[in-house]
């Protein structure tokens, strides 16, 4: 990151200076100004879709304290593999809901402070450079989105909120370590500097790892899944005026993992700054742009003579974008929402491929291109009395452009020189929902919906090998399309809550890894994937104990013709049809938890084709807090506590591992204010 970009961010908290006059004899007091470092309040027309609010108090009761475990509470959440992210390659780290899945490309838009996370390239989630502690609140709404950024949300989205000064103390450090010797290290800082506030934080995770492959299947080469990332993050907010906020983040990461074989290592890595001026005022805006600039390597190591086959040693990627949306003013019964976004996202990959015999280079290949959507969307809704009826237009100009594939011989003479044909079009994506109040304690609920997603860089032009099975990409691909309705209701009374939904997804042309002959398979759009079910959510309060509960339902199904017919009506890959998370938590005094967490998911299919089963898996994780004083605690933490045998992968026998039993003692200190 250059040092200039560096010192205007350290700097931006020094333009933070007081706005409070002293009153003078015959003037008025100016008006108090209020930094709250995030953007414009959500809208009221979230109330009409299924969501859900996970607090930041939620992650005490985690008990490995990750992003991806939090969401995990949701049922209905899901990674493309059963793996967190110490032990699974990056890419695997997309994350859909709903059961839309079939590939490890992210179905739901995810933000952080109102900026995309995911990788430009892949389309996965960097879940290790997002420590839940940095977060306020994370609103997780299913079903097609439409707002900023809505191209994409074809599973939902994932709208992160970070912490700030006043929901964190002025300093906080914590140090834990496991069973196994591995470590977390983070720490916080969040001073108020005049009018505006900054947030420095870091995190280091590192370890030797599990073994990820049975005692059966293990060989000379066989390694523990090790890892070593650390990240960090710089927020600053300054007031310009009392109804204007400027607001800036800084995010640097960096990550490395091993994976089942000696040498077989991955790295991702990124820098990601965005700015945001946010207007309070009569006429509201929210205004932001940011950057992202990531980078991915990732070595194949083959599973019978444990050389290296492939090397991805370079996939150089880039994020650009921003947004603009207005919200005029409108009475109490109304709330309008116009605005526009721009996402660009360019990349390329750089390989070579080896020998697995003789380990000599066979060829040496690049691929890439680039896309972009640009998007105009406005959102009304109106109360009538009892009833709120919402309505959302999205118009979204898309674009695929530049793509290539170049393949070349060990000696340079290129043997393979493709350019692919550039794509347009517009897409068209509306919105529509009914709230009704039956009383201050039952609500209900309904909508309809439409969106799209285009296909990532990664699914257009980057085979990948999970060996012995190679996954080609394939640059003709069509962009998703979803067509989906719910229903449901909300019944909050005494200290318990309830959520029920029933919903009926399709997305049409949807991209899975079809199978097309022995160990190949290739990225293709095959008619659909139809997913309905029914979405539990509960929550009780009984003095110092709390409770809560998710569950998820779903019947998800491929339609399939012509080269795809052979999946027509099977379950796509890695979606399980049941998934259950309860957590029970018990706060005996100030600072105290005893809190136990159990998961259930049901069982899924390894592939397309229904041949290799993940069986169910049931884990049990529980947390301890222990108060020494008022600014220090002891944390005990037990991930798998039963010993549950998760398995992650099974490609014809051949098997991968979860998170076995592992606890952890920390340290947390704080100092407050």
Same mark, same amino acid.
């Given at each position: ?311 991805? %040693? ?24 116009? &605005? ?6 360019? &990349? ?20 890439? &291109? ?161 997913? %309905? ?141």
């Amino acid at each position: 990151m250059p040092r200039r970009t560096l010192l205007t961010l350290a700097l931006l908290p020094l333009a933070a200076t007081p706005a409070l006059a002293q009153d003078t004899a015959g003037e008025a007091p100016e008006r108090e100004i209020v930094v709250r470092g995030a953007g414009l309040d959500p809208s009221q027309m979230a109330e009409a879709y299924s969501t859900v609010v996970i607090h930041q108090d939620r992650g005490a009761a985690s008990a490995s304290g990750r992003l991806e475990d939090v969401l995990s509470q949701i049922a209905g959440f899901q990674q493309f593999r059963r793996s967190d992210s110490r032990s699974s390659n990056p890419t695997a780290q997309g994350v859909t809901l709903r059961g839309l899945g079939g590939n490890a490309t992210s179905r739901s838009l995810v933000l952080l402070d109102g900026v995309p996370v995911t990788d430009p390239f892949f389309g996965h989630v960097p879940f290790s450079a997002l420590p839940f502690e940095r977060l306020r609140l994370i609103t997780v709404a299913r079903g097609g989105g439409s707002g900023p950024f809505g191209a994409g949300a074809v599973a939902g989205t994932i709208d992160m909120t970070s912490a700030n000064p006043a929901n964190l103390p002025f300093a906080e450090g914590s140090l834990a370590s496991n069973d196994r010797g591995e470590s977390e290290l983070s720490a916080t800082i969040a001073p108020k500097l005049g009018q505006g506030f900054a947030v420095v934080s870091a995190r280091w995770d590192r370890g030797q790892g599990f073994w990820t492959t049975p005692v059966a299947q293990r060989v000379p080469a066989s390694v523990r899944a090790r890892f070593d990332s650390w990240s960090t993050s710089l927020r600053a907010a300054v007031p310009v005026t009392p109804d204007l906020e400027l607001q800036a983040k800084l995010l640097l990461f960096e990550d490395h993992r091993t994976l089942r074989f000696a040498g077989a290592d991955s790295m991702q890595r990124g820098q990601d700054l965005s700015v945001r001026l946010v207007g309070r005022g009569e006429w509201q805006f929210d205004a932001l742009g940011y950057v992202q600039s990531r980078n991915f390597s990732n070595l194949v190591i083959s599973s019978t003579s444990f050389r290296k086959t492939l090397d991805q %040693r370079n996939t150089p990627s880039s994020g650009i974008g921003g947004k603009l949306e207005l919200r005029p003013p409108v009475d109490a019964d109304h709330s309008l929402r116009l &605005g526009i976004d721009y996402r660009s996202a360019s &990349g390329e990959l750089q390989e070579v491929a080896y020998s697995g015999v003789t380990g000599a280079v066979t060829a040496r290949r690049r691929a890439g &291109g680039i896309n972009a959507d640009l998007g105009f969307f406005a959102e009304h809704d109106r109360k009538f009395g009892q009833l709120r009826l919402t309505g959302s237009v999205r118009l979204d100009r898309w674009s695929v452009s530049s793509g290539r594939f170049t393949e070349s011989s060990a000696a340079g003479a290129i043997t393979t020189d493709t350019r692919y044909a550039d794509r347009s079009g517009w897409d068209l994506s509306l919105r529509g929902g009914a709230l009704l109040d039956l009383g201050p304690e039952l609500t209900l609920r309904g909508s309809v919906y439409n969106g799209l997603r285009q296909p990532t860089l990664n699914e257009l032009y980057r085979p990948f090998v999970v060996f012995p099975v190679t996954t080609r990409a394939n640059a003709a691909l069509d962009n998703e399309a979803l067509f989906g309705f719910e229903a449901g209701l909300d019944l909050k009374r005494d200290g318990f809550e309830l959520q029920f939904t029933a919903f009926d997804n399709t997305i049409n042309h949807a991209i899975a890894n079809v199978t097309i002959g022995p160990n190949l398979r290739e990225r293709r759009n095959v008619d659909a994937v139809h997913s %309905r079910g029914i979405e539990l959510v509960a929550k009780a309060r009984l003095g110092p104990i709390d409770w809560d509960g998710s569950l998820s339902l779903v019947d998800a199904e491929l339609r399939g013709s012509g080269v795809s017919a052979a999946l027509n009506g099977k379950r796509p890959a890695q979606v399980p049809v049941f998934a259950l998370s309860t957590t029970l938590a018990w706060r005996p005094g100030e600072g105290w938890l005893i809190s136990a967490t159990l998961r259930h998911s049901s069982s899924q299919f390894e592939d397309d084709l229904e041949t290799d089963r993940l069986p169910a898996q049931t884990t049990l994780d529980g947390v301890v807090t222990v108060p020494l004083s008022s600014r220090a605690s002891l944390i005990f933490r037990a991930e798998n506590l039963t010993g549950e045998t998760i398995i992650t992968r099974n490609q014809a026998g051949s098997i991968d591992l979860g998170s076995p039993r592992t606890v952890w003692a920390g340290l947390r200190v704080s100092i407050g204010r």
